[in-house]
């Protein structure tokens, strides 16, 4: 991460290397963005971290809130002042969002604002891989699609204006590889921004009784129309390349567009390319002239066609003779996962018979063999993570007759061998949802399992559930005091906010008590044999209990021990090892493996010495690789 | 100038995305275009990590197409071959020995493939193999989290990237803490003259 204090200089042509959600971060002080709300969620977390590094010195008021619907509501607060305002949140957090958001379509806004959604095409680190585009068309709110960078930098201003002229919120709709890519960003002149308000009064407009409602709707497609027409005139609508007879016509948006341009250029086509950087409304009369002028059009995006429906819709009334090439009928481009170089250029030599320059035959061949043997390499829990002590702990002690529901965060990858703990997951809290009908239907001992961010993003409401209506389940709160897998960002059990100031922690077992909860136990995981016998109590509690397993993260602990120079003392194996290989189908650690001749061996390089693998050794067979020069506990 | 493409491969922790982070910054210095690709969140955590660089001229796809990577820079051998698919005969592929056995792997009680047989199956792909004692010198510069740096160190020295080493150095300075910076200097220093080694 380059120096987050660049993103403050005021030095309009200077060129840095930015990651895409970095250029965001950029763009809202170039927009005179004033509040900024997020929750953490891959690939949009930078946005909001680089936005937190430099709040203070940039006089913008940020914050991670509890979860999106809460980012959308303060934002769209916010901006109801009058203050422009941004909420960024991942694909999946725009579903936590959308009942504010669809409704704040109706009530618009005064100051601009933007709500960023970053999909994941290919679920790099998602539960699913939807479009955004689509909300944006049902709830009638405009949707920007950048490229690069440079595009997602300068669009935030751009989306702030249309909002302010349209009195609507904007959706900003990236992919991971607009997010996180990296390249030359150029920068433009920082804005001053107002975080001054003032609020109106004005019932029929912002109280969403029916009443009231009913015209916001007719209002809202009033705007849509006038948004129609900025899609015509709007710079990032164009034709981005000519070619010389027009053979083709290519429309393409976002990532795809850029494999797209390359892939034209290898295969030697001869194609214009209308470029869609407003996607929603789309630009209809411009489309319609596009199609008019070829005979086959091409329609390049990820995931959905949801530009080649509009486009197919278009035709029928403005082009009937052209052909529309895509997904829809015969699929050229495949609907799931994400697009790439290859992909794009395998669907347009099938589109145009022209043949690309790489045998990809005899590759594919090559590599077949070469990877039959070579074994995946899924994300694992961390050496020395706590969640492996917890779960170690929980299998043990409920076991194979246990079901065990689970949540979002890294304590998801606990489902996988040999930890087997994770047999439901679909949503941010949805472990303690699916806990209580599970226990309802089986009478299984139901462990739900939850991390500490997602408790206070989700856990709440189905924690009241299950106590009220007095499901017998066991909520096990994995708590290592940080959003780990997003990249270490606080939330309120933390004690500090987006701001970087300190704040007063909210404790688990207090909420926990507070909602009612009769059986609310804290323990350390590492303290193996309390947790085992913690456990026991509250798998024979008759109503639901919940424990907090609290350690914190073994990246953050490791981080702070090699920042104070503390010594990290490995484990090694000793001469009392029999081979058993315990530890190994136990714990699925990464830093224990095995050496050629098969015996135990534990990778000094990855072991950080949480000593759960000596624990569990049945031999006594691990120990400290040497004595340590204190100050190491 | 035509894009000259890189593929970094290894394990989530060794560094990867900071390296690929150096290499564009590197680029920039010498007003070239660059495009990086990094992946982040779950998917590094102890996952198979794969970043690309792309430099030239018109680069616009952060993503390199197969069989076209000119240089593929591997942190740890099964994942460098993992991405062979990025390989023609003319690619030059620099790999790291730091062995890390996926765990899925421990679990089927199967001890890491020998070195010998990656590099042949390597080899199928292109014969311009550099193996670099990363760990080896990672740790003689002072820890072993910096493989990383004494890899650019040895792809720099090979000349065949668009990157001059003052350009990279800067990088480093720039984007490394500077409480590290003497380590990363040394590291890279270690990795740029083994390679200028092989050579005599």
């Known amino acids: 991460m380059p120096d987050p204090k660049t993103l403050l200089e005021n030095k309009p042509g200077k060129r840095a290397l930015l990651l895409g959600n970095e250029a965001i971060a950029r763009g809202i002080l170039e927009a005179g963005i004033g509040v900024v709300t997020t929750y953490p969620g891959t690939p949009a977390s930078e946005i909001g971290d680089a936005v937190s590094a430099i709040a203070r010195e940039a006089g913008v008021y940020m914050e991670y809130s509890v979860n999106e619907i809460v980012a959308v509501e303060v934002a769209g607060g916010a901006a109801n002042c009058g203050v422009r305002a941004l909420s960024a949140m991942k694909h999946v957090g725009l579903n936590v969002a959308a009942d504010a958001l669809t ?4 009530v618009g806004v005064r100051g601009g604002m933007v709500v960023v959604a970053a999909d994941d095409p290919e679920c790099y680190s998602s539960q699913n891989e939807q479009d955004s585009r689509f909300y944006a068309w049902f709830s009638n709110i405009p949707c920007l699609e950048p490229s690069n960078p440079q595009e997602a930098k300068d669009m935030v201003a751009y989306a702030v204006e249309i909002s302010e002229k349209l009195e609507l919120p904007v959706i900003l709709r990236t992919t991971t590889r607009v997010s996180h890519t990296r390249a030359p960003v150029v920068f433009g002149k920082l804005v001053k921004l107002n975080l001054k308000g ?23 497609l009033q705007k849509m129309e006038k948004a129609r027409e900025m899609a015509e005139a709007s710079p990032y609508n164009l034709i981005a390349r000519r070619g010389k007879n027009r053979e083709y016509g290519v429309i393409s948006s976002s990532s795809a567009y850029n494999y797209t341009m390359e892939a034209i250029e290898l295969l030697g086509l001869d194609a214009d390319i209308l470029k869609l950087g407003m996607t929603h409304p789309l630009p209809e009369r411009m489309i319609g002239q596009f199609l008019r002028e070829h005979d086959k059009v091409i329609v390049v995006e990820e995931l959905e066609p949801y530009l080649e429906l509009h486009v197919k819709a278009i035709a029928k009334d403005q082009a009937p003779e052209t052909e529309v090439y895509g997904k829809i009928g015969r699929q050229y481009f495949p609907r799931s996962g994400e697009l790439s170089p290859r992909r794009v250029l395998e669907g347009l030599s099938a589109i145009t018979g022209r043949k690309a320059l790489v045998n990809f035959e005899n590759l594919d061949k090559r590599y077949a ?21 917890s779960f170690y702990a929980i299998r043990k002690v409920a076991g194979e007759k246990a079901v065990y529901p689970t949540d979002i965060g890294c304590y998801a990858l606990g489902y996988a061998p040999p930890l087997n703990v994770g047999d439901i997951l679909i949503c941010m809290g949805s472990g303690v949802g699916t806990a209580q009908g599970i226990s309802k ?38 708590d290592n005091m940080t959003t780990a897998m997003t990249g270490h960002q606080p939330h309120p059990g933390t004690g500090l906010t987006g701001m970087q100031t300190a704040t007063e922690p909210i404790a688990i077992e207090k909420v926990a008590e ?27 509690f008759p109503e639901t209990s919940l424990i907090v397993f609290r350690a914190p993260c073994a990246l953050l602990l490791l981080r702070e021990k090699r920042r104070k120079d503390l010594e990290i003392v490995p ?21 224990i493996t095995l050496t050629e001749n098969k015996t135990v061996a534990i990778n000094e390089n990855l072991c950080v010495g949480c000593g759960l693998c000596a624990y569990i050794c049945p031999y006594k067979a691990i120990e400290p690789a040497k004595q340590c020069r204190g100050g190491n506990a | 100038m035509k894009a000259f493409n890189m593929v970094l491969a290894g394990v989530g922790g060794q560094g990867i995305l900071l390296a690929a982070e150096i290499l564009g910054t590197a680029a920039i210095k010498e007003r070239l275009d660059v495009r990086v690709s990094e992946v982040h969140g779950m998917a590094q955590r102890g996952g198979a990590v794969v970043s690309m660089v792309r430099i030239g001229e018109n680069v616009l796809s952060p993503l390199v197409l197969d069989g076209n990577a000119d240089v593929i820079l591997g942190f740890e051998p099964m994942e460098t071959l993992r991405n062979a698919k990025y390989a023609s005969e003319k690619t030059l592929i620099i790999m790291g020995d730091e062995q890390i056995s996926p765990p899925a792997l421990t679990l089927r009680g199967e001890s890491y493939p020998r070195i010998d047989e990656i590099l042949e199956k390597l080899k199928r792909f292109s014969k311009n193999v550099i193996m670099v004692e990363a760990l080896r010198l990672a740790k003689e510069a002072g820890s072993s989290l910096v493989q990383n740096v004494v890899l650019l160190g040895a792809l720099i020295a090979t000349g065949k990237t668009p990157i001059k080493k003052e350009s990279l150095v800067e990088a480093l300075k720039e984007l490394v803490p500077a409480k590290y910076l003497d380590m990363n200097m040394k590291a890279f220093e270690l990795g740029y003259q083994y390679v200028k080694n092989l050579g005599s």
Do not use: Q, W
């Not at chain 1, 063999?369 to 002590?389: D, I, K, Q, S, T």
């Not at chain 1, 507070?514 to 024979?540: I, M, R, S, Y």
């Open chain 1, 441 to 478: 239907a089986t009478e299984a001992p139901t462990i739900a399992i939850i991390g500490d961010s997602t408790f206070f993003h989700a856990g709440v409401p189905r924690l009241l559930n299950a106590i009220y209506n007095k499901h017998r389940i066991v909520v096990a709160v994995l």
């Open chain 1, 369 to 389: 063999e070469v990877v039959r043997e070579l074994p995946p390499r899924p994300p694992v829990l961390c050496p020395g993570c706590p969640h492996r002590a």
């Open chain 1, 103 to 106: 409704t704040l379509a109706y």
């Open chain 1, 514 to 540: 507070g909602c009612g909860v009769k059986l609310v136990k804290v323990v350390n995981p590492f303290n193996f044999k309390e947790a085992e016998n913690t456990l026991k109590e509250a798998l024979d």
């Open chain 1, 198 to 220: 003032e609020f109106v009064r004005d019932a029929k407009r912002l109280v969403m009784v029916p009443a009231n409602s009913r015209p916001r709707h007719d209002v809202l």
């Open chain 1, 571 to 591: 484990l090694k194996v000793s001469g009392k090892c029999t081979n058993c290989l315990a530890c190994i189908k136990l714990l699925g650690c990464p830093a």
